[in-house]
């Protein structure tokens, strides 16, 4: 009886299916570097490199096909840190003009636009551990004064702000930012208790 029953299972159970190749963003052999996926909408957006570099690129669902959405001439974007903020994305680019900053992509206006340029001039900030929280977009940002420290950018105002600065001296280096329950917890570094576990409400603006 208990043969009979393995018989069965093995049987019933379905077989595994197997993954599909469904963009090859660099044809051919060539590697297409697919990376930081982040759905928005009805499609998959992700970094890529084509023939034209590493720039933003989408899945589109409706018609099976991918399609690069950014084309910087002579130069690479190179997209990073995609997050979904109220149907806009934003992630963290470079071009010459400014550096590597913090950008954001509509899908409804098919533009892709730098919102932020912390250090002016082609000197770059380096945005990076993006997320969408309580209407904003929070990052970890470096800057002269300050070094690497947490900041926000506010989508209706259109500007970024630093929060409150955590070590005085050298760079706090918030990472891991993850929101819950209307709080942003993240992990940091200050002097006198070392690499812990911070929480910045937004509403009191407070680490």
């Not at 720039?55 to 690069?68: D, F, P, S």
């Not at 590597?100 to 990076?128: F, H, M």
């Not at 997320?131 to 470096?142: K, L, P, S």
């Amino acid at each position: 009886m208990r043969s009979l029953s393995l018989l069965v299972l093995a049987v019933a159970l379905p077989c595994a299916a197997q993954p599909v190749l469904i963009a090859d963003v660099n044809p051919g052999p060539g590697n297409g570097f697919v990376i930081e996926l982040e759905a928005l909408g009805d499609d998959v957006y992700f970094s890529g490199k084509g023939a034209g570099g590493t720039e933003l690129w989408r899945y589109v669902t409706a018609t099976g096909t991918a399609e690069r959405v950014t084309n910087l001439p002579a130069q690479s974007l190179k997209p990073d840190n995609l997050v979904d903020a109220d149907g806009v994305l934003y992630f963290t680019g470079t071009d010459d003009a400014h550096g590597r900053e913090l950008w954001r992509y509509d899908p409804v206006t098919d533009v892709a636009e730098i919102v932020a340029d912390l250090i002016p001039g082609p000197d770059p900030s380096t945005p990076d551990f993006t997320a969408a929280f309580d209407g904003d977009v929070y990052f970890r940002a470096y800057t002269l004064g300050s070094g690497k420290e947490l900041w926000r950018y506010d989508p209706d105002t259109g500007t970024a702000v630093q929060t409150p600065e955590i070590r005085a001296v050298g760079s706090a280096s918030p990472v891991e930012l993850t929101p819950y329950d209307g709080d942003l917890y993240f992990r940091d570094f200050d002097d006198p208790v070392g690499d812990e576990l911070w929480r910045h409400d937004p509403v009191a603006n407070t680490n």
